[in-house]
């Protein structure tokens, strides 16, 4: 279904509902990359400039179906996937994506977008290397989104499936339907499943082990910011404190 | 009366049951004369009394302004471009193309997807992998193909609209000028329909005639059409 990474740099990607904690863990582990003297990029889901205004206007005007939903997302990944994705990974560097094509294959299919069509339209991407799936009971998951955010948005709610007149109802409905999808998808997949209620610190030291793991041994694209001395000292270091021999 | 019939998975969300218009697609290539078949087949049918829907690329008020966007930067790739035209036809089809054939219009179509799926071949994208995405349309009624050498294309766009940059395939790098490009990217064109034809079932149309024996040659197959099915109607409009 997905490449194989055939090409000289890393992929690593966080998956999970909202509220499970992985944007915080990619996030630390983005630091700890870039410290450890890493050619390191980070790319998030819808956030391509080139498709911006085409999803912002139709979410305003709630004017997406399940199925334009669906492809304008891709639409967003394949540009990033074209100008920046790829080519970083061509060139040997670790790429970082806080949600990748699994999140689509979740959301999509909840929506009840035909499963075996989404997989195709997003099969020009590439196994990564690990997909974390941060995986939160729903209920913590719930609370922590009303927690900290004063409104929730009609199609993270999933509102154009009228599972509920009640947006909060509707959130818990969607995000269920769309944990169900998660849940499928670790055999299917492989997926690196992740405590998401253990402490941040604790999840963050299984994290760097595993990538330590990843990155025994690849020598990837040096990066002339950081002096070559300080860039194998630190790599030497990455190496000696990971997980087991 | 049909249920709609999909390529492949269409909308299994959707509940869209019978569809008492019908779907007539006119394809071909850049200049062939498509949009001026389109306007006295309307206009002859609508004469004959039926209701009449058209509807052509890009047209979906969701994606016009953002592919246009996209089209005039320089950092739209094949996949992305690929992918936007895909959200313009799912538009078009799930807000305007069903529920017209719902209501019993005619509609025109002004190419479908095989366009797309051409054009985008020829830019090295996955033809297995433009196919399958395609699943969500529903199989027309009639495709017409209207074929026509290219030296009569390029009659008629000077005549017309004149050459443009994405018509000639500019973006292909094929030739260094507007003219050797277009006959280069066209004669590709045409090998790419001529395979679809096979597959997709396309009725040929010999384009390279003048536009009335190309319009009596088309009216033949839609009549054939008719006659078989659509009551002429009561306009549902």
Redo the contacts between chains.
Sequence with gaps: MLKENTTKGKLIVVEGIDGSGKSTQIDLLYKWLQSQGYSVFFSEWNS?P??K??TK??KKEK?F????FS??H??DF??R???SIYPLLKAGAIVLADRYVYTAFARDVA????P??VR??Y??AIKPDVAFYFRVPLDIAVERITAARAKLKYYEAGMDLNLSENINESFKLFQGRILDEYDKMVDEFGLTLMDGTQLVKEQQKHVRNIVKRVLRGWEGLPNPNMPPKEQSKAKAKARNSGGEA | MKQPVFYGAGFPYREIGPLTGKLIVLEGNDGVGRSTQIKMLRRWLEAEGYAVSDTGLTRSTLTAKGIEEAKSGHTLGPLTLSLFYLADFADRLENLIIPALQAGFIVLSDRYFYSVIARDANRGVDKEWSRKLYGIALKPDLILYMKASVSTLVQRLIHGRGLNYWEAGMDLHLADNLYDSFIAYQTLLSKQFDELSEIYNFVPVDADQAVEPIFEEIKISILELLHNQLPKSKMPK
């Design positions: 391509s080139l498709v205004t085409t206007a139709a004017s179906t399940p199925t334009t492809i304008l891709c639409t394949a540009d996937w074209e100008n929506r009840g977008v035909d075996e069509w195709n339209m099969s020009f």
